[in-house]
């Protein structure tokens, strides 16, 4: 892309609506705009930005086995009636009369559909088990909708169901969302840890609820430091094996980490004291497990084996995809702007055109831009006619993780500069080899070393 043709509204001053540094930097970035009280136009860098966390999202769904599907995000108000929550949801839902007097609703949540999906169609337990899911928008009327994209009324979520024949069955249907969420959160460059959680409105046995560490964040955590030591990694795991899973989640909670809601003084009193720690977290992201609460209310049932009728045993799975970029934000940035890890920059590398106009500069920028394009990478061109600073400035606002500076000195010495955002560092060399490095970096990162580089990071707030 080239900057001269793109839509790249960036604010020069600081928004003053905006409390914290994500939406402040969203804002500046020219990444989104508020049309009412939490409800947002994604422009087009901040929708690339999202639509790169959905594919990680859908990558890391297909790898678990689930199966991607898209429900509507106006429901009728009936089957919220079968299940009970249409009057107990209360205020937070948007409740909508369509032109014949009926009631529907805007989903905040999808248990009540799935589950009249499933149950008009899946009769055996030969079918299952069976996990389904869909990233869409929800509303929810929250009364304080602040912190941008963080807590928003509109808002995108990934929602996934399981149905499963026994509890067992369900359980490892728990753990294998726990293993890919683990995996989706580290290859957007997030550390989320998983904390026993309290279950509130969906009623549940089982929770767990994944929390990233940032000042910023709206829940109080407790837990054992050792759990920010572990990382997930590049293992390759049979997600259909029950035991993998299973010690998967026991490496990950079995060490105190709880939100504030379950936290429990006493237990936390055995973790030895100079590894408690009490933080603030973003909560990204939610599993259940709640047995036969939906299907027994909705006859949500399948033929066992012996013959007879049981209802299945669910569990629900959620991630805040657009709360994700506020998160990430937070746990990635500095005072000149946002730093966004490899996986989910929405351009690969910046090109900066010291001397528009110049003929050898243009040129070269020109090739570079055709060289990253060639290999399937999509540079961001800063072609205005604009000052060094100001391209740089714009470059650290909306964070690319790779800037390409390229000005008629460095070019008679056959060099162009290649600096990190993350570091600042800075290294002269031959566009060719520029190119290569960018090249190797995301290659790298495929195949699943990026894991590696964030462990490397000493940047605070990566824990
Ligand atoms: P919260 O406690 O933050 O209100 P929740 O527990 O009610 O969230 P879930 O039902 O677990 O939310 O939804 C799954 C995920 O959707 C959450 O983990 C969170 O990341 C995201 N999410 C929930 N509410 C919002 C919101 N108002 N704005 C943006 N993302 C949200
Ligand atoms: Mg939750």
Redesign the pocket.
Same mark, same amino acid.
């Given at each position: 892309m080239r900057l001269s043709r793109y839509f790249l509204p960036v604010l020069k001053e600081n928004p003053s609506e905006a409390q914290i540094v994500s939406h402040r930097l969203m804002l500046r970035a020219g990444m989104i705009k508020q049309s009412s009280a939490?409800i947002y136009s994604w422009l087009p860098l901040g929708f690339k930005v999202l639509r790169k966390i959905e594919n990680i999202v859908h990558e890391e769904q297909a790898r678990a086995g689930h199966h991607a599907m898209l429900m509507p995000t106006i429901q009728s108000a009936d089957l919220w009636r079968e299940s009970g929550r249409y009057d107990a949801y209360g205020e937070e839902m948007l409740r909508i009369k369509d032109r014949g007097g009926r009631d529907m609703l805007f989903t905040?949540?999808a248990e009540e559909l799935i589950t009249d999906i499933f149950r008009a169609h899946v009769s055996s337990y030969k079918d299952l088990p069976l996990t389904m899911y869909q990233i869409q928008w929800?509303f929810?009327d929250?009364i304080r909708?602040r912190f941008g994209?963080?807590? /928003?009324?509109e #808002?995108?979520?990934?929602?996934g169901y399981n149905f499963d024949l026994t509890k067992e069955d369900a359980l490892h249907a728990y753990n294998r969302h726990l293993v890919s969420y683990l995996r989706t959160y580290e290859r957007m460059g997030l550390r989320a840890i998983p904390m026993r959680?309290d279950s509130?409105?969906?009623g549940g046995d089982d929770t767990h609820?994944?929390l990233v560490l940032a000042d910023t964040g709206?829940?109080e955590v407790f837990y054992d430091s050792a759990v920010t030591d572990l990382t997930f990694g590049d293992r390759e795991i049979d997600y259909d094996s029950v035991e993998q899973c299973a010690a998967i989640m026991e490496e990950f909670t079995s060490k105190y980490a709880r939100t504030d809601e379950t936290h429990d003084e006493a237990l936390f009193g055995e973790v030895p004291e100079e590894r408690r720690r009490t933080a603030r977290g973003?909560?990204? /992201?939610?599993i #259940?497990y709640f047995g036969t609460k939906y299907s027994e209310a909705m006859g949500a049932t399948v033929q066992g084996p012996d013959g007879k009728n049981v209802p299945v045993h669910m569990g629900s799975h959620?991630?805040?995809?657009?709360?994700?970029l506020g998160?990430i934000i937070e746990a990635s940035h500095d005072d000149n702007g946002i730093i966004w890890p490899e996986g989910v920059t929405p351009f690969h590398a910046g090109i900066v055109n010291l001397k528009q106009g110049d003929a050898e500069a243009d040129a070269a920028c020109e090739a570079l831009y055709a060289s990253l394009t060639a290999l399937g990478l999509e540079p961001l061109y800063d072609d205005r006619n604009e000052r060094a600073g100001g391209k740089f400035a714009t470059m650290d606002l909306i964070g690319l993780p790779w800037r390409i500076t390229v000005g008629p000195r460095g070019l008679k010495n056959g060099v162009v500069e290649l600096t990190s955002r993350r570091t600042g560092e800075s290294e002269e060399m031959p566009p060719e080899q520029a190119v290569e490095r960018i090249r190797d970096i995301y290659a790298g990162h495929k195949h699943g070393q990026h894991v590696e580089m964030m462990a490397n990071r000493s940047f605070h707030t990566y824990i």
């Open positions: 939490g905040p949540t929800k929810r929250e909708p994209v963080m807590r /928003g009324r #808002f995108l979520m990934k929602d959680a509130g409105p969906i609820e994944f709206e829940s973003i909560e990204v /992201g939610q #259940f959620g991630i805040g995809v657009s709360r994700l998160a």
